[in-house]
């Protein structure tokens, strides 16, 4: 399959431990993000990666979310000292082209559901 | 702060029915999407408008950009029950960001 993936799909955690979810693209793709949705609702954005770059990250909700793609292929969002509130659906998406010209279609992953308990 | 209300929040309706959701902003949009996502699945682009008034048809589903880019809408024929999903609008918002839609739930009953 060449769709993005995303793993874990399902992380339980306890309150103050760190996490790491993984996103790996589809191949060649240039743009990768980051989103969080809750149920029923519309994904929120995070951070937006061109290449291993990271050129926004304004929707970070705070310092204890960071987020790397050091070889511009494979991405982590990282959440540290989780707490209860964090929990949510994180989605990534990737697409072909670079940042918001009209024909770049994003192809949304799985998505991991993290809980904190 | 841009941002994107769709209406309704819920649909529920008979399959063969027609429906209508709407998407509106204060702001003006280069563009607009829309995607559909099923349970458990990842939204998937149904189409993009780029113009102030276009109308683009995919089989019964007809989406319309507003004049002066401030809002959509997503036109059903003829509902069937795989038309079942929430339909999200979105935007671009800035260089590199999107913006989502507070989403309409679509349930069609056979």
């Known amino acids: 399959g060449a769709g993005v993936s995303q793993s874990p799909r399902y992380k339980v955690t306890k309150r103050g431990q760190d996490v790491a979810l993984r996103c790996d693209p589809i191949s060649g793709h240039v743009s990768l993000y980051w989103y969080r949705q809750a149920l029923g609702q519309g994904p929120e954005f995070l951070t937006y990666f061109n290449y291993e770059a990271q050129q926004d990250k304004s929707g970070l909700p705070n310092d204890r979310f960071s987020a790397e793609r050091p070889e511009g292929s ?3 969002l990282t959440i540290q000292r989780t707490e209860q509130r964090d929990s ?3 989605r990534c998406a ?3 082209g670079q940042g918001r010209y009209a024909g770049s279609t994003q192809y949304f992953g799985p998505g991991t559901r993290l809980t904190v308990l | 702060t841009q941002l994107l209300e769709q209406s309704p929040q819920f649909l529920s309706i008979q399959e063969g029915e027609n429906l209508t959701v709407y998407c509106n902003s ?3 949009f280069s563009s607009l999407q829309w995607y559909r996502q099923e349970p458990g699945e990842g939204p998937v682009l149904l189409v993009t408008v ?3 008034g276009e109308v683009k048809k995919l089989k019964r589903l007809t989406f319309q950009f507003g004049d002066a880019r401030k809002d959509s809408s997503l036109h059903i024929t003829a509902a069937q029950t795989g038309d079942t999903g929430l339909y999200l609008c979105a935007g671009p918002s800035g260089t590199y960001k999107y913006i989502f ?3 309409t739930r ?5």
Do not use: C
Request: charged content about 5%.
């Open chain 1, 94 to 96: 990737s697409s072909l």
């Open chain 1, 74 to 76: 494979i991405s982590t």
């Open chain 2, 101 to 103: 839609g507070t989403g």
């Open chain 2, 50 to 52: 780029v113009t102030g």
């Open chain 1, 88 to 90: 949510a659906m994180y």
């Open chain 2, 26 to 28: 204060s702001s003006v």
């Open chain 2, 106 to 110: 679509l349930k069609v009953l056979a």
